[in-house]
């Protein structure tokens, strides 16, 4: 009896950690102030980062718009299949983070880290308008 119950424990403990919170900010979020700059390429496969920029962002007005937009980022269940670009932000300290970013009818953006499974981040379309502007 006391084996079935840490079993059914341990799955249950299992199942609910695993399982989305929408509403939970952008990972990585309030770093968004040490980002030099941000490289922009168009979307090409799932997973990979493609590293053909097209645009280059560097200067504080311009990483201010990003920055605007990405702390406004929620975790939201979305399925997309084609993103519209990469994104790879460059921080001050040598490291960097890449994303997919793409705009739904909605004028929304959906953000998705390159290499993380299924978790995506909605950005709602009023924290989004100047990021669009920018970039579409």
Not at 35 to 52: A, C, M, P, R, T
Not at 61 to 77: C, D, G, I, P, Y
């Amino acid at each position: 009896m006391l084996k079935s119950f840490l079993v059914t424990s341990v799955l249950m403990f299992f199942i609910i950690g695993c399982q989305q919170t929408n509403g939970e900010a952008l990972p990585g979020s309030n770093q968004l102030d040490q980002v030099k700059g941000i490289q922009l390429s168009k979307f090409e496969d799932l997973g990979s980062l493609n590293e053909n920029y097209r645009e280059n962002f560097a200067d504080q007005s311009q990483l201010e718009v990003f920055q605007n937009a990405l702390t406004n980022a929620k975790r939201e269940k979305e399925s997309i299949k084609k993103y519209d670009y990469d994104i790879k932000l460059n921080f001050k300290n040598g490291e960097n983070k890449a994303l997919h970013i793409a705009k739904n009818k909605k004028d929304e953006l959906i953000l998705k880290y390159i290499g993380d499974s299924d978790a995506t981040y909605v950005v709602s379309n009023n924290k989004a308008r100047d990021l669009i502007k920018l970039i579409y």
